[in-house]
């Protein structure tokens, strides 16, 4: 077994026990939620399912770090480590909305190499292998932002800059979706239900199993001046390459006018 397997085939089974332990913790008061001093939302389960993939993943791999969402310190994560989200839309898990989903994703040389991510309330997983249990999205798609079905998550936080490139975002798009789970918007791509999807002050955490996918499937994943996505970028548009490009160009507009620079002009077409 090659070791891309061996960690795939680790991943798989951390987030078989995550998603167990995610089982039990609902029927118990697992979704009772409490507010982090940054003001997000985070339960009983939260905390739970991130021990269980974290005993899991050291026991198996004591030599690689684990970062999750509930227990990271400032700063940057390692360049080679596993980047784990217990619960990648813990507000819709708190209300009982089936919108969220365990990601968990190997990162070395500061990439993300490989990821799974579970949506147990949907029944289905994502993960990248040969074996990857989804379609890819038929290639070439849409290539205009005026016909595009885009996602945006991380909108909840107030802003004015904020505000003004979700406003941006729904001028141009078609359509707009709001799911509240980056990961699953990532998997949207992945798939094709979304044309693209833009994530606003993505943590790593948040991104990076879905960054894996997407970029295996044959999608661009851009950051903030259209560079490919890196983490510390404060914007990450997925998509096509073209599309994305555009994307990220409509956001860039909505950033000129609120800061009152002079828009660039973006071609559409």
Not at 3 to 31: K, M, N, P
Not at 70 to 85: F, K, Q
Not at 126 to 147: D, F, I, L, M, Y
Request: aromatic share 4%.
């Amino acid at each position: 077994m090659s070791d891309a397997a061996r960690l795939q085939a680790i991943a798989e089974e951390a987030v078989d026990a995550g998603i167990s332990c995610l089982a039990r913790a609902q029927r118990g008061d697992g979704t009772a939620r409490r507010f982090k001093p940054s003001g997000e939302e985070v339960t009983a389960a939260d905390i739970a399912v991130e021990r269980m993939i974290s005993q899991t993943l050291r026991r198996q791999t004591p030599d690689i770090p684990v970062v999750g969402e509930e227990s990271a310190g400032a700063g940057p994560p390692p360049t080679r480590c596993w980047l784990l989200d217990p619960i990648d839309g813990t507000m819709n898990f708190a209300r009982g909305a089936p919108f969220y989903a365990v990601s968990l994703a190997y990162v070395e040389g500061g990439q993300p190499r490989l990821g799974v991510i579970d949506a147990p309330a949907l029944g289905r997983r994502w993960r990248t292998g040969p074996q990857n249990g989804g379609r890819s999205a038929a290639r070439p798609s849409v290539r205009k932002v005026h016909e595009a079905v885009i996602g945006i998550t991380g909108t909840g936080s107030a802003g004015a800059l904020r505000g003004a490139r979700i406003g941006q975002l729904q001028a141009a798009a078609y359509r707009v979706r709001m799911q509240g789970a980056m990961s699953l918007d990532l998997v949207g791509v992945a798939e094709g239900w979304l044309d693209a999807c833009v994530c606003l002050h993505p943590k790593p955490w948040d991104v990076a199993a879905g960054v894996a996918l997407v970029r295996e499937r044959g999608a661009a994943v851009l950051g903030d001046g259209g560079q490919d996505f890196a983490f510390g970028s404060p914007l990450l548009v997925a998509g096509d390459a073209p599309l994305a490009q555009r994307v990220l160009t409509v956001l860039t507009a909505a950033e000129q006018h609120h800061s009152g620079r002079p828009a660039e002009q973006g071609d559409d077409g």
